[in-house]
């Protein structure tokens, strides 16, 4: 199974034309062997109801397609605009893939998680997802992690609020330079990227390029439910949901 999620996993990669070595890499951390085993389990059928965006809690610029598995921003300015996933988790590791094009991403283009009762919009231009206490989002442009309004510094990148002392250790010996080049120069995230999202732990966290850049939020809150959730800002802006895999504790 691990090696067919491997193909499907590159399948994508495969089609693309060569590019530059991925940067993503030096940057992963060991994954525990229950996320190890959640991304090398097969992925579940494409028409899931997991993966499906939610037609109500959605700003109205946000059209959503027939499958309920993308939506498309309108081209209204002064907006920032949301939407969450249908289905939310209260327990469990979970992965959902996302496809937003960087070249349809503008500014404040943000991924992350909210609760039910986060605002999905507002007038102006700003991170929404991340804006209030009920949502917690990471800003692709600038790599910034944001929430409750404020920006929690760059990630990936050693932030103690983040991060386990261990890790910031061995960061700090080996790869000084690299975040610190990282923190002036924002990297370009790619279309595909995975929310990796543990319930049971209170974490969530991001995979680039196969590779898992470490939690980048911890201490959320337990048992409640915890929804996928992207906001924009830019026309034409189309993100897509997939829901792959999850696992819960005996």
Same mark, same amino acid.
């Given at each position: 199974m691990g090696i067919l999620l491997s193909l499907w996993l590159c399948s994508k990669a495969d089609d693309s034309p060569l590019s530059s070595p991925s940067a993503f890499p030096p940057l992963a951390v060991p994954t525990s062997s229950r996320l190890a085993v959640t991304l090398n389990s097969f992925p579940v059928a494409p028409g899931d109801s997991r993966s499906h965006w939610n037609s109500v809690h959605c700003s109205p610029h946000f059209l959503l397609s027939a499958c309920k598995q993308e939506v498309t921003r309108s081209p209204v300015e002064l907006s920032s605009d949301g939407v969450r996933a249908d289905i939310g988790v209260k327990s469990g590791l @979970? $992965? !959902?893939?996302?496809? !937003?094009?960087?070249?349809?991403?503008?500014? @404040?283009? $943000?991924?992350? =998680?909210?609760? /039910?009762?986060?605002?999905? /919009?507002?007038?102006?231009?700003?991170?929404? =997802?991340?804006r209030d206490s009920q949502s917690w989002g990471w800003e692709l442009k600038t790599n910034h992690l944001w929430h409750d309004g404020k920006s929690l510094g760059p990630y990936p990148g050693t932030r103690k609020s983040c991060h386990t002392e261990a890790v910031e250790d061995l960061r700090t010996q080996?790869?000084?330079?690299? @975040?610190?080049?990282?923190? /002036?120069?924002?990297?370009s995230i790619p279309e595909r990227i995975l929310l990796v999202l543990d319930a049971d732990a209170g974490t969530l966290g991001f995979v680039v390029d196969g590779s898992f850049l470490d939690v980048a939020f911890k201490d959320l809150p337990r048992g409640v439910e915890l929804f996928p959730a992207v906001s924009s800002v830019r026309g034409g802006a189309s993100i897509r949901l997939r829901y792959l895999n999850g696992t819960t504790r005996e």
């Open positions: @979970h $992965v !959902w893939e996302l496809l !937003w094009s960087p070249e349809l991403r503008g500014s @404040h283009a $943000v991924m992350g =998680i909210s609760r /039910q009762s986060c605002p999905l /919009q507002s007038s102006g231009y700003n991170v929404l =997802i991340g080996s790869s000084t330079s690299s @975040h610190t080049k990282l923190a /002036q120069n924002p990297l």
